[in-house]
């Protein structure tokens, strides 16, 4: 393969929805790679060599990133075929292709060492990723490799409860229904998806791609019962009994509110329920969808995060004129920079270094103003790498009919309250190097562990957690017949 | 997807259900809810169980039609369709102790809720008072209620031509306030119950209060999920923001912030009459529809 190629430092653009177009609909923003623009991108990269090649290391599942990339090339004159090669390299890592293909921050993954951005553009794995899922999808290549892969599964005769469908515990279905064991997912939502449908606006991440990816668990035998709720519908004594292991995916699902006079005017919603109002229950189709939302003219959203991005960018929707307020610098914003980009374009003010302590309402109960500290940054940097903020003692009031308050997430409190069940002091649980928890059997990842993280993490546990069930079960099994 | 084993229609606005919904069944327990979903375009309500069979794994669901959600229900589902979601069983069980004698309130549909604690109750040795205020003929679980308590008690009253909810609201108050008295003044209570409208619930509290009795009360902020990830309902109790989900729905009615409840509940009134506008609309244009 010693051929010798020019380098292409330019990354090959991927098309986007004019502005104009987008902040009046929540269709997505991204038209991603056709085939063609997806070869040439492919023909950038450089083929590291698996042992070495850093975009590996950086993926938290590890997918064969040179080795998808490189079919693409390889057959580049069967497109079909090409897709489903590199489809197969995919999967044997990672199950939801075109969520994360869109949802991870690889510019601080995959991306951030890639060997090309020595001299030019780093390679774009991740429209590449989500290039390969999607029209795998809409080509039927999908269907086609699980009509292949089903029949040659294993079956284990163990099974396996899932406590929460979203990122972490489809992946550790998926992974462990292509092991063999019979896996049952409890999902207290009424759909499947976890914070893929109520968190991820539809504009990033369309439902119809999140229910075709569960579609594909479920041909892989995983069951998905809604409307159950662990600790109430079911205590994790009964799951015990009923099934060999349990895996806890309940992710962080208890917003954090801000400890200032005010927080319960009217108008102020918490990240979580403007967005599950807006993405889970389409509030945004009011009336012709019952749930409805209140978006005012001048839009506050508290928070710098992925969250505040996509509830910033919500709103813009509405017709809104919105600004993210964060009380640290633009250096530590931390949400993709794809995402900060298109906020930006669509007309989303920033307002750094301010810190609210009062919410002002009006004599109805509803929010007119937030005031907040000015803050300032010092040399000294916390234990995450950010430099540390101060008061000044100064304070500016913003009007605002709507606050949208996205600073962050606990653990659910169902799930934390479980018997036997160690978490630490901020409500994580607390799980050994095998992700297993203080109670035998059962394991736990993503935001139930790490208090708040991103998709491709909590898949990434899911993952690691579905190989230690197996080699525990697998234990189980072996003792059993011995 | 959870059959609809039978539907009745009460009385005027009043609709009963028989759900088969085994999960819930099996574990319900008096002073919980469950949250409904009925339409694939529809919103996620929170009813709460009557009666329920934890063999036979079906629960009793009563709604009042009061929105386009429950309107839609009394008017488009019959027996052998199915509710889409049934989640639950939500919330914390009241508790369940000897208190002595106990006044429960239900203001209009609130006696839904009361009805299986107050029976509860009964059943463990209290000796249980029912009261429900609410504009004639809504008349439902009156026999049940008369054959589970010490005592049931209705205060009911005829509509006005021309009363919007405003006047409706008004005279809830002034009969439930003036009846409440009279009971208050003429015997002696350990715990005063009430479900009902916040407003309501609040007038009720300011009367209780001059007794002294212990009170408690079960909130109905608007929800969301109900399994305390949105924060929808929070509400204020003594000082702490509370989920009313997975903290209530039961609180100490001296420690509520009643008047920012009776703020957050209103939150949406206009759009929820808009629904209910755009969906009449449709309703007339139906050929088939019901407006002959």
């Known amino acids: ?482 | 997807m959870y059959r609809i084993l039978d539907k009745k229609e009460l009385a005027m606005k009043e609709v009963w259900y028989k759900i088969h919904a085994p999960h819930v069944a099996k574990k319900v327990q008096p002073g919980q809810f469950v949250i409904v979903r009925a339409f694939p375009n529809g919103e996620r309500i929170p009813l709460t169980p009557i009666r329920w069979d934890r063999e036979e794994g079906w629960i009793e669901l009563v709604t009042f039609v009061r929105g386009k959600t429950t309107m839609r229900m009394a008017n488009e589902l019959k027996p052998g369709d199915a509710l889409l979601n049934v989640a639950g069983p939500l919330g914390n069980p009241a508790e369940m102790k000897k208190f002595g004698k106990i006044l429960a309130i239900g203001l209009i549909t609130g006696i839904v809720e009361v009805f299986p604690i107050a029976k509860a109750w009964q059943e463990i040795g209290n000796d249980v008072t029912t009261l429900h205020v609410s504009p004639n003929p809504m008349v439902v679980l009156r026999e049940d209620l008369e054959n589970s308590v010490s005592r049931h008690i209705v205060e009911g009253f005829d509509l006005q031509p021309g009363w919007g909810m405003n006047e409706i609201a008004q005279e809830l108050v002034k009969r439930a306030v003036a009846k409440v008295k009279e009971l208050l003044e003429s015997e002696h209570w350990d715990l005063v119950f009430i479900v009902g409208p916040a407003g309501g619930q609040k007038a009720v509290f300011e009367v209780v209060k001059e007794y002294g009795i212990p009170m408690e009360a079960d909130l109905h902020p608007i929800m969301v999920d109900g399994t305390g990830m949105c924060g929808s309902c929070r509400v204020t109790v003594g000082g702490e923001v509370k989920f009313a989900c997975i903290d209530g729905p039961g609180f100490d009615a001296y420690k509520v912030d009643w008047d920012e409840l009776i703020h957050r509940v209103g939150f949406y009134t206009d759009m929820e009459k808009k629904a209910m506008e755009e969906y009449m609309k449709l309703f007339k244009q139906t050929p088939q529809g019901g407006e002959q």
């Open chain 1, 1 to 482: 393969m010693a051929v010798k190629r020019k380098i292409i430092k330019e990354r090959v653009p991927t098309p986007e929805r004019p502005v104009e177009e987008r902040i009046k609909s929540f269709v997505e923003v991204n038209l991603g790679y056709t085939f063609e623009l997806a070869v040439k991108e492919a023909e950038r990269c450089l083929q590291c060599p698996y042992n070495y090649a850093p975009c590996i290391k950086g993926c938290p599942v590890h997918i064969n990133i040179p080795g998808f990339i490189g079919k693409l090339v390889e057959y580049r004159n069967d497109p079909d075929k090409a897709v489903k090669e590199a489809l197969n390299v995919i999967w044997a890592c990672n199950s939801l292709p075109a969520t994360t293909g869109r949802v991870c921050p690889q510019e601080d993954q995959c991306e951030m060492n890639c060997v090309m951005g020595k001299v030019g553009d780093k390679i774009n794995i991740g429209k590449l990723e989500r290039f390969v899922a999607d029209y795998a999808r809409e080509h039927g290549i999908d269907e086609e490799l699980l009509f292949e892969m089903v029949p040659r599964i294993e079956k284990k005769g163990q099974k396996v409860a899932i406590i929460g469908a979203g990122p972490a515990g489809l992946t550790a279905a998926g992974e462990l229904a292509k092991l063999g064991y019979d896996v049952t997912i409890y999902e207290a939502l009424h759909e499947a998806g976890g914070v893929l449908m109520y968190g991820i606006p539809e504009f990033r991440l369309p439902k119809s791609i999140v229910e075709s990816e569960i579609d594909k668990l479920k041909k892989l035998g995983v069951k998905i019962l809604t409307d159950h709720i662990v600790g109430k519908t079911v205590t994790m004594e009964e799951l015990l009994k009923e099934y060999d292991a349990v895996f806890i995916g309940s992710g962080a699902g208890t917003p954090r509110l801000i400890n200032a006079p005010g927080i319960n005017l009217n108008g102020i919603y918490t990240a979580n329920e403007f967005l599950t109002r807006v993405n889970l229950m389409k509030a945004y189709l009011f009336p012709e969808y019952d749930t409805p939302v209140k978006v005012g003219k001048r839009v506050i959203v508290i928070g710098a995060g992925n969250t505040g991005m996509d509830a910033a960018r919500s709103a813009r929707r509405f017709g809104a004129e919105v600004t993210i307020a964060y009380r640290r610098g633009e250096e530590d914003v931390s949400a993709r920079v794809e995402e900060v980009e298109h906020a930006k374009e669509e007309g989303i003010k920033f307002v750094y270094f301010v810190n609210p302590v009062e919410f002002i309402g009006d004599e109805k109960g509803n929010v007119k103003a937030v005031k907040f500290e000015k803050m300032k940054a010092l040399d000294e940097r916390d234990s995450r790498g950010k430099r540390k903020i101060v008061g000044t003692g100064e304070y500016v009031t913003i009007e605002a009919d709507t606050v949208i308050i996205a600073i962050g997430k606990h653990p659910n409190r169902l799930i934390i309250n479980t018997p036997g069940l160690e978490v630490d002091r901020r409500g994580k649980i607390v799980v050994n190097e095998n992700l297993m928890t203080s109670i035998p059997g059962v394991f736990a990842g993503g935001d139930a562990i790490r208090g708040e993280a991103t998709v491709i993490l909590a898949m990434g546990d899911g993952r690691k957690a579905a190989k230690a069930i197996h080699e525990y079960l697998t234990e189980k099994r072996e003792s059993q017949n011995a």
